[in-house]
């Protein structure tokens, strides 16, 4: 069974702080991994792509992957409450697998 | 451009009914997948096809079929809704690119 486990949160952190997301995978051949935003009743926006071991940094957004420990990480500095929303974790590898998500509010 | 759009937005199906949900992308992608996504469950594959004439099942293809018509098109067909099935569906264009979504609801 292909699991992607990600903490529901919600995860509330002061506007212009760091917020940190975390996402474990149990499948260890898996390839590629993806950082999507989705707001309430809205469909999901893909914000970072990931592939190889290491930070990958985008503007205000850092993905972090660690595939010997099965652990990627989403860092978000400088948050700001338009950041507020539920961020998804994907793994694919022949298929996609998404985790439940983590529920983040950003407050001023 | 577009991007992905699904039709319908909306829709409420009765026990045992059929229906298709479409999907089109005008991005030239070889890739489209079909989602669907319950409260707190994240999204869930149902079908996907790597290109133009294939189709794979993904981790919940049960009580469905997919077509790809064509490099544009990637239909998704429930033969005989059921309650089970009432959810939010997201048809995506590679890994890249969701629709708007349809929600249907199976009475």
């Known amino acids: 069974q292909k699991e992607v486990e990600q903490n529901s949160g919600p995860l509330s952190v002061p506007e212009g702080a760091i917020a940190s997301l975390n996402c474990t995978y149990s499948?260890?051949?898996?390839?590629?991994f993806f950082w999507y935003r989705q707001y309430s009743g809205k469909s999901p926006e893909l914000i970072m792509s990931?592939?190889?071991?290491g930070d990958k940094e985008d503007g205000r957004f850092t993905a972090q992957l660690n595939k010997a420990s099965q652990y990627v990480s989403l860092l978000i500095r400088d948050s700001q409450p338009s950041d507020s929303a539920t961020y998804l974790c994907?793994?694919?590898?022949?298929?996609?697998?998404f985790g439940a998500g983590t529920r983040l509010t950003v407050k001023p | 451009n577009a991007g992905v759009t699904q039709t319908p937005k909306f829709q409420v199906l009765k026990t045992g009914q059929s229906m298709t949900l479409q999907c089109a992308q005008d991005?030239?992608?070889?890739?489209m997948y079909w989602y669907r996504q319950d409260p707190g469950m994240g999204l869930r594959l149902i079908y996907y096809?790597?290109?133009?004439?294939?189709?794979d099942k993904g981790e919940v293809p049960n009580g469905y079929n997919v077509s790809r018509l064509n490099k544009r098109e990637f239909s998704l067909r429930l033969e005989s809704a059921a309650p089970s099935q009432t959810s939010v569906y997201f048809c995506?264009?590679?890994?890249?690119?969701f629709g708007p979504g349809t929600r249907l609801t199976v009475l």
């Open positions: 990931i592939y190889s071991n």
């Open positions: 499948d260890r051949g898996s390839q590629s």
């Open positions: 096809s790597a290109s133009e004439g294939t189709t």
């Open positions: 991005m030239n992608h070889n890739s």
């Open positions: 994907a793994v694919y590898n022949n298929d996609m697998r």
């Open positions: 995506a264009s590679s890994e890249r690119f």
